[in-house]
């Protein structure tokens, strides 16, 4: 196994990857809130953590990746009541489609999905264990929250000072009814017009957002587990807070590493419903197809931004292009030279470096490059090592055999390459043009034009 370094943004440094129990690693990365489709930048944190966890799988390691559904929220209640429909039935029809978009994704499913809504007896028990300690007290009418006070090293994580650290509980704060601004919600009394409540010691009513990732998390991996991810956006309040009540409960790391991917950015800004500037996940899939999409993702370091622009898009469609046509020049019978073994070298260690995927790639067009010099020089190349670097991108489908065209695409590929002939261009870019409405691109190669579906 290689030393893997991954950023920890408690400590602001690189972190060695030194598991809880050997060759077990347990991750934990924040999911969705189901209130409605998500967006591509909801998707990015799902395809960083899914590709980390291939990654630590090819190093050997067992791997327990947890990505939780929150479907017990604020906004699923309001989105609910836009629509005139239970909340219940909004988040199970959220819950669904959220799988079908990730499901389309295809780097495979989290082993474990917990819910919210599945998980309010452990959610309850942290609570209470929190009030025994006095870091958490009731308030109002059956309201309970953290007291922030009790926890010397509050703010440890996104390195705020305590007066600019308001969690947005404006209700609360109007109503006199926190010991301090800082203080955030861990149950909340059931409300007017609010069609789902749990019983609880405090009255009825439902988990904080916070709390209910601390008791899933726990209640899966331990507390001290590997890693704990999400998107750059949860540190405050949301990590920080995950951070207090488990130490505060605990008197143990909630997570050993903390690892937060960089937000995806559409004309600028951050994509997020609430600004309105978003590129719902299962549109850009339909636009521009799965591997580009990845390929995308890949293409930046996950602790920085990422922007979602047509150029970004053309060069992740060009890069799978890229690969395609190099997997048609390979000779499945022939041998690697002993040289990919450094290109692939290159790769795993940018990978085990914080996971730096730019570099990974840059390594994979490097030999894509060399071995085409080769080829073009009449050697036979095999596939070699390039398979699993491609699955441990996701990207493995490239090397897959292509659906075999129809008698009617052929024969306007024919018809395409007589054109040619004659030059007449006219012609031969007009059956292009039809073969791509069938889904059929054409790709030409040292060997001939080949027909690959578009995908």
């Known amino acids: 196994m290689r030393q893997i370094r ?50 630590l799988e090819h190093e050997g390691y067992d791997v327990k990746l947890v990505v939780n559904v929150t479907d017990v929220n604020d906004k699923i209640y309001a989105a609910a009541e836009d629509r005139g429909i239970g909340s219940e039935e909004l988040a199970r029809e959220m819950t669904d489609a959220y799988v079908a978009d990730t499901d ?18 452990p959610i309850v028990d942290l609570i209470q264990a929190l009030v025994d300690q006095g870091a958490a007290y009731p308030a109002g009418e059956g309201d309970v929250y953290f007291r922030v006070a009790s926890f010397s090293e509050y703010g440890k994580l996104s390195n705020r000072a305590l007066e600019d650290m308001q969690q947005g509980e404006d209700d609360a704060d109007r109503a006199g009814i926190k010991e301090a601004p800082q203080d955030f919600a861990l149950w909340k009394r059931r409300k007017a017009g609010e069609d789902t409540a749990w019983p609880s010691p405090w009255g009825d009513g439902r988990p904080g957002w916070h709390i209910e990732c601390s008791a899933m998390a726990e209640e899966i991996l331990g507390v001290d587990f590997d890693i704990h991810g999400g998107g750059a956006d949860l540190i405050f309040p949301h990590h920080e807070n995950e951070i207090a009540q488990t130490e505060a409960a605990r008197h143990k790391p909630l997570a050993r590493i903390w ?46 931004p990422l922007v979602y622009s047509e150029a970004a898009l053309a060069d992740a469609r060009g890069a799978v292009e890229r690969v395609r046509d ?7 019978d022939a041998p690697v030279p002993s040289e990919a073994a450094d290109y692939e070298d290159r790769f795993y260690a940018a990978l085990a470096d914080d996971f730096n995927t730019p570099a990974a790639r ?65 012609t031969a870019d007009a059956r292009r043009e039809e073969l791509a409405d069938r889904g059929w691109i054409v790709r030409d190669t040292p060997a001939g034009p080949q027909l690959v579906r578009q995908r």
């Open 362 to 426: 840059a390594a994979l067009f490097d030999w894509i490059t060399e071995a085409n010099r080769r080829i073009d020089a009449g050697e036979r190349i095999g596939v070699g090592p390039l398979h699993e670097m491609l699955r441990v991108l996701g990207l493995e489908n490239l090397l897959e055999a292509d659906e075999k065209p129809d008698d009617d695409a052929v024969r306007l590929l024919e018809e395409r390459e007589e054109a040619r002939r004659s030059k007449d261009f006219a």
């Open 6 to 55: 991954i950023h920890d943004t408690l400590t602001n440094a690189p972190r060695v990857l030194e598991p809880r129990e050997p060759g077990k690693i347990g991750i934990y990365a924040c999911g969705p809130t189901v209130y409605g489709r998500i967006h591509v930048g909801n998707a990015r944190p799902f395809v960083v953590f899914s590709l980390l966890k291939r990654f």
């Open 104 to 121: 389309g994704l295809a780097p495979g499913r989290p082993g474990a999905e917990p819910k919210a809504a599945e998980t309010i007896g």
């Open 326 to 332: 190099f997997a048609l020049r390979l000779d499945p």
């Open 259 to 304: 690892m937060h991917n960089g937000m995806v950015r559409l004309e600028g800004e951050k994509m997020a419903k609430s600004v309105g500037n978003i590129r719902l996940l299962h549109e850009a899939l339909a636009a521009v197809g799965r591997d580009a999409l990845i390929m995308y993702f890949v293409s930046g370091h996950y602790r920085q």
